[in-house]
C-alpha cells in the first residue's frame, strides 16, 4: 500500500539554492510529489508545528533557523514512504550520514541539516494535515 510522508526543504537548503537537487534526488527515489508549497514560517507556526520539541535545547534555535527564509513544503507518497524517505536523507548529524543521501551532500551540520522528514507513519499524517488539506493530497495522490 501507498503511504504519505511529509519532508520540508530547510532554509539553509533554499539559501544555497539546492531546492531543485534536493527535489530531484527524491524524483530519482521514485517518490511522487502529491503537494508542494513554498512558504516562509513565521515564528507562531514554527513553534506550533516544532511544539513536541518545546523545552528541548534545541527548540528556540530549530524555531529561529526554520524562520530564517522561505521553505519547501512537500506531501510526498511511495509505498514504504516514511521510512523510504528517513533513509534517503540519512542521519540527522551530516557527518554520521551514509554516502549518497540528501544530508551527506547538502547538510553543514546537525543544526543545519537541509531537509525534515516525519519520523512515523502516524506524526506523517499529522505534519500532512498542518500544511496540506485532506483535498489537496487526495486529488494529486493516488491511494493504491
Sequence with gaps: MQERTLAIIKPDSMQKNLQGKIIDHLLAKEFKIIGMKMLRLTKRTAEEFYAVHKGRPFYDELVEFMTES???????????????????????????????????????????????????????????????????????????
Design 70 to 144: 522561505a521553505v519547501v513544503v512537500l506531501a510526498l507518497q511511495k509505498k514504504n514512504a516514511v521510512a523510504e524517505l528517513r533513509k534517503v536523507i540519512g542521519a540527522t548529524d551530516p557527518a554520521e550520514a551514509e554516502e549518497g543521501t540528501i544530508r551527506k551532500l547538502y547538510a553543514e551540520s546537525k543544526g543545519r541539516n537541509a531537509i525534515h522528514a516525519s519520523d512515523s507513519v502516524e506524526n506523517a499524517e499529522v505534519e500532512l494535515s498542518f500544511f496540506f488539506t485532506e483535498k489537496e493530497l487526495l486529488e494529486n495522490g493516488l491511494m493504491d
